[in-house]
């Protein structure tokens, strides 16, 4: 069992930066990806950021240019680091682990896991972002 815990949301305004942490516990050596997923009011939660054991990492559209996702203390913390913030960026930010690959490559590319996929999420931090 792997447990994360999120912290570092919280409001700021557009073009403004926060750094949000995960601390994973548990058996953290089970898993091969951690990431990053958010979701807002009414809509499905979507990948942010993505990064796997080898050091394997995914973008999000959105996230592109904006946010970099690193890990410290042997994976046992998560970070996202986001900057210029946008309104849109506003919503709940997940932290996910799983002892599989979340990231998915083949000749057109490469995606992300749908989030039903997950194993073991954090019970999440609120990002506001206001213009």
């Known amino acids: 069992q792997v447990r994360l815990v999120e912290s570092g949301g919280g409001s700021v305004q557009a073009g403004g930066s926060l750094r949000l942490s995960c601390a994973a516990s548990?058996?953290?050596?089970?898993?091969?990806?951690m990431g990053w997923f958010r979701q807002s009011q009414g809509e499905s939660r979507e990948a942010v950021a993505i990064i796997e054991r080898d050091n394997t990492t995914y973008y999000g559209d959105s996230a592109k240019g904006r946010f970099t996702i690193s890990s410290a203390n042997a994976k046992h913390t998560l970070y996202l680091q986001m900057n210029s913030l946008k309104p849109d960026d506003t919503a709940m930010y997940f932290c996910?682990?799983?002892?599989?690959?979340?990231?998915?490559?083949?000749?057109?590319?490469?995606?992300?896991?749908?989030?039903?996929?997950?194993?073991?999420w954090g019970q999440g931090t609120q990002v506001t972002v206001s213009s």
């Open positions: 548990g058996d953290t050596d089970g898993y091969y990806s």
């Open positions: 996910a682990a799983d002892p599989q690959p979340l990231i998915r490559c083949s000749v057109t590319g490469c995606y992300p896991s749908g989030h039903n996929e997950v194993s073991f």
